[in-house]
């Protein structure tokens, strides 16, 4: 039988037809809808993304100068992936969040960075451990910046061994104001009343376990010292050592740390 003679697959073909042109005109339709004026973005709300955290850098106006608010689109049409990558584009702009609000609103939640030091390299490190570029003076006035370095690609290891130290030296109230890695990986850092501590490496005696055996001792290791402490060598594996300017007095020989370097007029001391 010929397909001209059969009336099912004749339906069929022209029930298929129907709902093709059916799905054109809605398709028509919604687009001739989507594209009138009531549709066309006339806001853009910018807002903290967390009511705790305000916004101290980011305003309208920077947003307006850096080309980041959107000043064409419609609501339908506004591609959210590529205008939250605009905003994140801003300086000091960690993380944006971009919804529609109906029917003709854009809602931006912003994540400032929030700063904490300054790298080897004059960029900002923010309480991630991630590399920022923005106005340092601005950071600055905000508050005191520390001074993190390292090899490219530690940023995030330095912030995690200052958190570390913090915690560390709350008992002595002291607070790590500068944590540096050497190429070689071998840690230091300066106090805020001055002190330098040499940490070394992390090797069969952990830096942390180091530390703790130094937090523990100290306020009695410098009171018999009787002088003015400059530095704390950690390095060694059963012991420290803490440089004063001038002093003599031996506490107890320690072994040599691992870098072979012997300090000098130092007292010495181990559990």
Same mark, same amino acid.
């Given at each position: 039988m010929s397909p001209w003679h059969d009336v099912r697959l004749l339906n069929t073909a022209a029930n298929g037809l129907?709902? !093709?042109?059916?799905?054109?005109?809605?398709?028509?339709?919604?687009?001739?809808? @989507?594209?009138?004026?009531?549709?066309?973005?006339?806001? !853009? !709300?910018?807002?903290?993304?967390?009511?705790? +955290?305000?916004?101290?850098?980011?305003?309208?106006?920077l947003l307006r100068s850096s080309g980041a608010i959107p000043t064409r689109g419609n609501f339908f049409s506004v591609n959210l992936d590529a205008v939250r990558e605009r905003f994140?584009?801003?300086?000091?702009?960690?993380?944006?969040?971009?919804?529609? @609000?109906? /029917?003709?609103?854009?809602?931006?939640? @912003?994540?400032?960075?929030?700063?904490?030091?300054?790298?080897?390299?004059?960029?900002?490190?923010?309480? +991630?451990g991630e590399l920022f570029t923005a106005n340092v003076a601005e950071a600055d006035a905000q508050a005191?910046?520390?001074q993190f370095s390292g090899p490219p690609g530690s940023e995030a290891q330095v912030t995690r061994r200052w958190a570390e130290l913090q +915690?560390?030296?709350? /008992?002595l109230r002291l607070e790590p104001e500068a944590v540096s890695l050497s190429n070689r990986y071998a840690w230091s850092a300066r106090l805020d009343n001055g002190l330098m501590l040499l940490l070394g490496r992390e090797q069969d005696?952990? @830096?942390?376990e180091r530390v703790a055996?130094?937090?523990?001792?100290? /306020?009695?290791? +410098?009171?018999?010292?009787?002088?003015?402490?400059?530095? !704390?060598?950690?390095?060694y594996p059963n012991g420290f050592a803490m440089r004063a300017p001038g002093a003599i007095t031996s506490l107890k020989p320690a072994p040599r740390p691992d870098t072979g370097a012997k300090p000098s007029t130092e007292s010495r001391r181990t559990p």
């Open positions: 129907m709902a !093709v042109a059916a799905a054109g005109l809605l398709a028509a339709g919604a687009w001739w809808l @989507i594209q009138r004026p009531a549709f066309a973005l006339r806001t !853009v !709300v910018i807002e903290p993304a967390s009511a705790e +955290q305000g916004l101290l850098h980011v305003n309208s106006a994140e584009a801003v300086p000091w702009v960690r993380r944006a969040d971009v919804r529609r @609000i109906w /029917p003709d609103t854009l809602k931006v939640g @912003i994540e400032e960075h929030q700063p904490l030091a300054v790298w080897s390299d004059g960029r900002l490190v923010n309480r +991630q005191d910046l520390l +915690q560390q030296l709350a /008992p005696v952990p @830096i942390a055996r130094w937090v523990a001792v100290y /306020p009695q290791a +410098q009171t018999k010292l009787n002088r003015d402490v400059v530095s !704390v060598d950690l390095r």
